[in-house]
Each structure stands twice: as C-alpha cells, then as structure tokens.
C-alpha cells in the first residue's frame, strides 16, 4: 500500500475505535468521548497495540505516517489552545474579584503544593527529570500540571450537567479561568531560556504591540472576516512564540487571549470548538498515546500516577473547602466546586505535552501524568452528579 492508503487507515481506525467504544458502552456517565479518544490513544499507541501487535503496529504507525499524522496534530493543539484563550472572560473575574481571587488562589496553591511534595518524592529516582529540565523546572512542573484544570472540558462538562449557564456555573467558570491564567504564566516561566532571552524579550514587546493593532482591526472588520484574520494571527502567534523559545502553544494561547469572543460570537464559538473536538483533535489525542511508554516499568508508572492522582484530587478538595469556610458556603457546594474543577484532560496533557517536548520530563514521568489526568477527569462526573441534585435549586440562586 501507499503512503495515502496507510494514511488513512490509520485515520480510520483514530475515529472509529473510541467513538464505537463510547457509543456502544455508553460510557458517557464516567467517561466522555473525549476521555475514551484520550484513552484510545494510549491504548493505540506503542505500550499496548505497540506491544501486542508489533507487526500491525508498524505497519500502520510507520514513520512517515506519524509525521504526517503529527502536522494535524500541531495545528489541531493550537486551534483548541486558541478557543480556549479566547473563552477567556476575566471581566466577571475583576468584578467578583475578592470571592474569585480567594477560590482561584486556594483550588489552585493547595493542590500545587500537594504536586509538588509528590514530585519531591519521586524525582529522588531516576528515570523521573528529563535531559534538559533543571531540578526546579520538573518540580514545578509535575506541581502545576496537578493543579491545572482544563477549561474548554469544564465548559463541556457542565454543558451535560445543565448547570453552565446557572449562576453557580457561572462562578465555576471564573475560578477556572484565573487559573487557566496562572497555568500559562508559571508554563513561561518554566520554559524561560536565558540562552534566548533576548528573543523572548522581543516576543515579549512585539506581541503587546500587534496585540493592540490585532484588537483594533478586529473591532472594525466583520465577523466573517474576523474568522480568517484570526487564523492567520494564530499562526503569527505560534511561529514567535516557537522562535522565541517558548512554544509553539504558547504563542497560540496568548494570540486567544487578546480578542474577545463577542467578536465571533458565543454560539459560534461553541460550534467551533466541538467541531475541532469532532474532526481533528482525535488525531492529536493518538500523537498523545504514541508518545507514552512504560520504560519505569508498568507498576512503577502506575504507583507514581496514583500519588500524582491523590495529590491532585485531595489538594484541589482541600482548597476549595478551605475558600468554602472563609466564604460561608455549604459543604456541599464546596465538594461540588472541587469535583468540577478536577477537570484536567486537555489542558493537563498540553501543559505535560510541552513539558516533554523541552525534554524537562521523561516519556515515562508524561505517561503517569497523562494516566493521572485521565483518573481526575473520569472521576468528576460521577461525583458531581449527586451533588448537583442535593444542592437542588441552590444551583440557580444568585451569588
């Protein structure tokens, strides 16, 4: 077979097996679709069909294959990073900031501290700190990423919920943001490389300056046309942030989180956004299981995602709760805020993505935290549900 024929073998087997396996074992109470792609990735990729299948395996994933299977990838990650920037509110932040700063604080310090104690432990072992990641970097690093919450996933989950648009959804969605915030910018810092400090200082500088023109330009074009400029902003944005040391996707998220989404519209937005989830954010979810490996050993790579797991859950809980008691809420409504906001999925594997591409964790250390954000995200829904029905009408009232 050609190359194209392989191609889209491999395609076909990207969107056919998660979405059968969701569809049939309904799977949706625990596990949403985009968890089952999240795990059809690991399960496609060189510890398990790898292992099972070699011959198969290399037939399908052969190298030229991946590479073209990882160029859908790139501009899928920055697509979804880009949404996400963009769903960015931070008015309602700034105008709840007392009660959101405190929240956002706390569910996010308390499960970073949790983190990074785990990873204090584990990186007294080999195997753990990649070839390029100073001690601190993969610290802060194995911290952050059990802290994060993925903001587009919180989005979809409390979509099914039906609680998004209630006002206690609503306060959700502003803790998570000023986290996604804080994520981003502890991610810069990770990453700052003094070798190229002179470019991200450029980057720096001529970003806030296109930013203004990009902001003035888009206020004053169209909606259809808003759509194309932004595009081409995007990959602007990904090429600097790229050249300048950071990431390629911290440049696509910085290029969201300057426009504003009254420009394309919510419900376009939200149209947008499951349509990349739907066509081609599958394929990056496989490039995501390619790359997991199990060279620790597999009880090794279990036993440290199950530490990174209850440092992140207990640490989110344990935040939340304590803003809970400053704030005066029930604990009911505090146990349901921490369970939303274990949300990690996308965000988590993007952030550790990053991570491992500056070699500042191993393959190995990035397959227990893609294991950790799979168990905090599957946890969620069945935990929240029942609180959403004990807190009844209290969901709708006001803050």
């Not at 294959?65 to 979804?80: C, D, P, R, S």
């Given at each position: ?280 954010m599958p394929v990056f979810f496989l490039s995501t299981g ?110």
């Amino acid at each position: 077979m050609n190359l194209t024929e392989v191609y889209l073998i491999a395609l076909t087997i990207i969107f056919a097996v998660p979405w059968l396996v969701w569809r049939v074992a309904r799977t949706d109470h625990w596990a949403p679709l985009v968890v089952v792609q999240i795990v059809g990735g690991i399960l496609l990729g060189p510890g398990v069909l790898g292992a099972v299948f070699p011959d198969y395996y290399a037939f399908v994933f052969r190298p030229d294959v991946i590479t073209a299977l990882n160029g859908v990838a790139w501009w899928a990650v920055m697509l979804f990073v880009w949404i996400a920037g963009i769903e960015l509110d931070l008015s309602q932040a700034w105008k709840h900031r007392g009660e959101t700063g405190l929240t956002a604080g706390l569910a996010l310090g308390v499960p970073l501290l949790a983190g990074t104690a785990a990873a204090a432990v584990i990186l007294q072992f080999p195997g753990w700190r990649g070839a390029n990641g100073e001690y601190w970097q993969a610290l802060l690093g194995i911290g952050m990423a059990c802290a994060v919450t993925a903001l587009p996933i919180l989005v979809l989950l409390m979509e099914k919920l039906a609680i998004l648009r209630e006002a206690l959804g609503q306060r959700i969605l502003r803790y998570a943001s000023l986290d996604d915030i804080a994520i981003w910018g502890v991610l810069a810092l990770i990453l700052l490389d003094f070798d190229r400090l002179a470019r991200q200082a450029i980057f720096i500088a001529g970003f806030a300056v296109a930013a203004f023109l990009i902001r003035r330009l888009m206020a004053r074009i169209n909606e259809a046309d808003r759509w194309a400029v932004g595009l081409i902003w995007l990959a602007v944005c990904g090429f600097a942030g790229d050249w300048s040391g950071l990431h390629y996707m911290v440049g696509a998220f910085l290029a969201g989180v300057v426009l504003d989404a009254k420009w394309f519209g919510h419900e376009a937005m939200d149209r947008f956004r499951n349509t990349v989830l739907l066509t081609i954010m599958p394929v990056f979810f496989l490039s995501t299981g390619l790359r997991t490996q199990w060279e620790g050993g597999g009880l090794a790579v279990f036993g440290v995602a199950a530490l990174l797991l209850a440092a992140a859950v207990g640490g989110k809980l344990l935040g939340v709760h304590i803003a809970g008691r400053l704030l005066g809420w029930s604990r009911t409504e505090a146990s349901l805020i921490g369970w939303l906001l274990q949300t990690k999925a996308l965000i988590m594997i993007i952030f550790a993505n990053i991570l491992l591409d500056k070699a500042v964790i191993t393959p190995t250390t990035f397959t227990a935290l893609l294991l950790m954000a799979v168990g905090s995200t599957m946890l969620t829904k069945p935990f929240a549900t029942p609180l959403i029905a004990k807190l009844g009408e209290r969901v709708k009232a006001e803050a």
